[in-house]
């Protein structure tokens, strides 16, 4: 079974290693100790914790939508040029870069420091992951 340490947890959760430490203390996370001696989660608790964190509704939010792909951040940068503007967010350690009308982005009030979501559909997804010795 795949395990992470503290730090790791959290960076994917996007929290503090404080948030995770206070969830295992509260029975949410289950904490138990690897063969070097380090904290560690199991790898199933966190994909369930991240779900529930991800299916929590936005209490402002009164819009449904198909599109299940939501990453909110902030606006990074906005470039503009002629008809087109590209905009940058940064949701936790993810970078989105999104292209639309210079119309758009004026109309939205995009600037940098602002909050904003990113939705995605998408028909086809890559998964990527780290190449073992047994793979």
Do not use: Y
Not at 11 to 18: K, M, N, Q, R
Not at 72 to 91: C, D, N, P
Request: a negative charge.
């Amino acid at each position: 079974m795949t395990h992470f340490r503290i730090r790791e947890a959290a960076g994917l959760l996007g929290v503090s290693d404080d948030t995770v430490r206070r969830w295992a203390a509260d029975g949410i996370l289950t904490l138990s100790t690897d063969a070097t001696g380090h904290q560690v989660v199991p790898g199933a608790e966190l994909a369930e914790r991240a779900q529930a964190l991800a299916s929590e509704p936005d209490p402002g939010d009164n819009v449904l939508r198909s599109a299940r792909n939501r990453f909110v951040g902030l606006v990074t940068a906005v470039r503009v040029e002629g008809l087109m503007a590209q905009i940058e967010l940064q949701s936790g350690p993810h970078r989105i870069v999104s292209l639309m009308s210079a119309e758009a982005a004026s109309e939205l009030g995009l600037e940098v420091g602002s909050k904003a979501v990113a939705v995605t559909k998408a028909t086809m997804m890559i998964i990527e992951t780290e190449r073992t010795e047994s793979r």
